[in-house]
């Protein structure tokens, strides 16, 4: 399985970007990220253990410039902490396995999918296409992408 490190002691994979935000609890530029804009099928995984977090099923534009989901694939894949950082008191979101920061979730996304917005920045995830899944390990994920 090509699914990165295991832990947070192996980071040498990682670009400067991505440990500023996934470490520090840093945020990239909207519009100026690798995923905000991607339409392909697949799914999102913490880039630095590799595990699943997020499913393009999910994904909407929110007009943000950051990826937005409605949910992540697992409820316990992710966890919930209050922020306040910049006087702001919000909701941060962290991968549940590596404890790093992933963005933050709001209560302004769509209604019809309970109303949810996760905002996660592209530089604390690595997209699996659809058509990889199998032969990266993530087979098993593919459920996702059957027709109901």
Known sequence: MNKQATTKDDLSHLTEEQKAITLHGGTEPPFKNAYWNEKR??????VINGKPLFSSTDKFDSGTGWPSFTRPIQDNFVKDEVDTKYGMV???VK???TDSH???VFNDGPAEAGGLR????SASLRFIPKEKMEKEGYGEYLVLFDEE
């Open 102 to 104: 992933l963005g933050h």
């Open 118 to 121: 996760y905002c996660i920045n």
């Open 95 to 97: 991968s549940a396995e």
């Open 90 to 92: 919000r909701t941060e």
């Open 41 to 46: 099928d697949g799914i999102y995984v913490d």
